[in-house]
């Protein structure tokens, strides 16, 4: 149960888009339309921002949009706000488990 | 509103046991598939067990595997979580998440400390 890659640490301008990779397996991403997001502050609780792949759940702005191409999943974050700035986590079903990603800073410049 | 409440953390030694209880409200809790999903101190989360709305199917991460139980108590709209022989890796806030269009809801996690 490795846990799914994402880069570290992301950055971008105000008004810019960014987007944020988060790569697995054949039995993970790639098996299932499952993948999720989560925005999380320092110290607060995690917020889901996107759910099978490409589900945005009601009071998200629509600057945050997901895709999946094989095995590797994508949050895009258009028209970059500096409230955006937070760690972001993705998640895929895998079999009878979930698996995180390791998580992606993103910073706002 | 949905609501998720958790407790029973706190500071334990390596080998000791715990209970985690998680109680939902503003929902039907049987219907939902849930989860706990954990994070240690500045790293970040990891799914921890699931459980199904019979509450009979469950599934552990190999890390707690054979020392974490998972179960639930629909009548009572709870959500617990067994904790054996706890490591010192094993401190972290623990969330309860419920499964629905992704890990929708989330409580504001209790925290476990194991340190001797």
């Known amino acids: 149960q490795s846990a799914l890659t994402q880069p570290r640490s992301v950055s971008g301008s105000p008004g810019q888009s960014v987007t944020i990779s988060c790569t697995g397996t054949?039995?993970?991403?790639?098996?299932?339309?499952?993948v999720s997001w989560y925005q999380q502050y320092p110290g607060k609780v995690p917020k889901i921002v996107i759910y099978?792949?490409?589900q945005r759940p009601s009071g998200v702005p629509d600057r945050f949009s997901g895709s999946k191409s094989g095995n590797t999943g994508f949050l895009t974050i258009s028209g970059l706000q500096s409230e955006d700035e937070a760690d972001y986590y993705c998640c895929s079903y895998a079999g009878t488990s979930l698996i995180f990603g390791g998580g992606t800073q993103l910073t706002v410049l | 509103e949905v609501q998720l409440v958790e407790s029973g953390g706190g500071l334990v030694q390596p080998g000791e046991s715990l209970r985690l209880s998680c109680v939902a409200s503003?929902?039907?809790?049987?219907?939902?598939?849930m989860h706990w999903v954990r994070q240690a101190p500045g790293k970040g989360l990891m799914w921890v067990s699931l459980?199904?709305?019979?509450?009979?199917?469950?599934s552990h991460a190999d890390s707690v595997r054979g020392r974490f139980t998972i179960s639930r108590d629909n009548a009572k709209n709870t959500l617990y979580l067994q904790m054996n022989s706890l490591r010192v890796d094993d401190t972290a806030v623990y969330y309860c998440?419920?499964?629905?269009?992704?890990?929708?809801?989330w409580g504001l996690g209790t925290l476990v400390t194991v340190s001797s």
């Open positions: 998440t419920r499964d629905a269009a992704g890990l929708s809801y």
């Open positions: 459980i199904e709305i019979d509450g009979r199917t469950t």
């Open positions: 503003g929902f039907t809790f049987s219907h939902y598939r």
């Open positions: 054949s039995s993970d991403v790639g098996a299932y339309n499952y």
């Open positions: 099978d792949v490409t």
